[in-house]
C-alpha cells in the first residue's frame, strides 16, 4: 500500500474551489490597475450609479455634480471592496462545505479570506499610485465574514429542505 493517500473530492468543492479561484483572479485583475485606470473604472461605476440615484443630476450645477461624485465616489470604491469579498467569502465557505457557523471550517474561511485581503493590499503597494491600507483589509475581512454567514445560513435552509423532502 502506498505512503499517499488520494483525496477524493466532490464535484460541489470542486466547483466552489473554481469559483473561489476566479474570485481570487478576479480581484487580483482589479489589484494590477493603476491608480489612474482604477479611479477612471470606478468613477464611471460612481456617475452611473449617482445618475439612477439622483433624480435632477443632469440640472444641477457642474459644482454640485462634481462634489455629489466626489462624495460618492469613496462610498462607491469601499463597497466594492466589500461586495468581492462577500463573494469570496461565500465561494471559500461552500469549497469547506457543510459546517456550524462558529466551527473550525467557517474559522478557516475567514482565515483565508484574511490573508488574502492582506497579500491583495501588499501587491497593490506595488503598483504605481496605490497604496496598502488595514483599513481596506478590515472592509475586505468584513464582506467575507457576511459572506460565510450567508453561505452558512443557505447551507442548513437548503439541508433542512433537503431532509423534509426526504422524508415526505
Known amino acids: 500500500m502506498s505512503r499517499f493517500s488520494v483525496v477524493k473530492l ?72 466589500f461586495v468581492i469579498y462577500t463573494m469570496l467569502g461565500f465561494f471559500a465557505s461552500c469549497t469547506v462545505g457543510k459546517r456550524r457557523l462558529f466551527g473550525k471550517g467557517s474559522l478557516a474561511a475567514l482565515i483565508f479570506c484574511f490573508l488574502y485581503a492582506c497579500s491583495d493590499e501588499l501587491h497593490q503597494y506595488f503598483v504605481p499610485g496605490r497604496s496598502c491600507m488595514f483599513t481596506d483589509v478590515l472592509i475586505d475581512t468584513s464582506g467575507a465574514m457576511l459572506g460565510i454567514i450567508v453561505s452558512v445560513v443557505c447551507m442548513n435552509v437548503f439541508g433542512l429542505i433537503r431532509k423534509r423532502k426526504n422524508r415526505g
Open 10 to 81: 466532490s464535484r460541489s468543492t470542486v466547483l466552489w474551489g473554481l469559483l473561489t479561484l476566479i474570485c481570487m483572479v478576479l480581484i487580483f485583475c482589479f489589484s494590477l490597475d493603476n491608480a489612474e485606470i482604477s479611479a477612471r473604472k470606478s468613477g464611471e461605476v460612481t456617475e452611473s450609479i449617482v445618475k439612477v440615484v439622483v433624480d435632477d443630476y443632469s440640472e444641477l450645477p457642474e459644482k454640485k455634480q462634481m462634489s455629489l461624485l466626489d462624495k460618492a465616489h469613496h462610498i462607491v470604491r469601499k463597497t466594492a471592496h
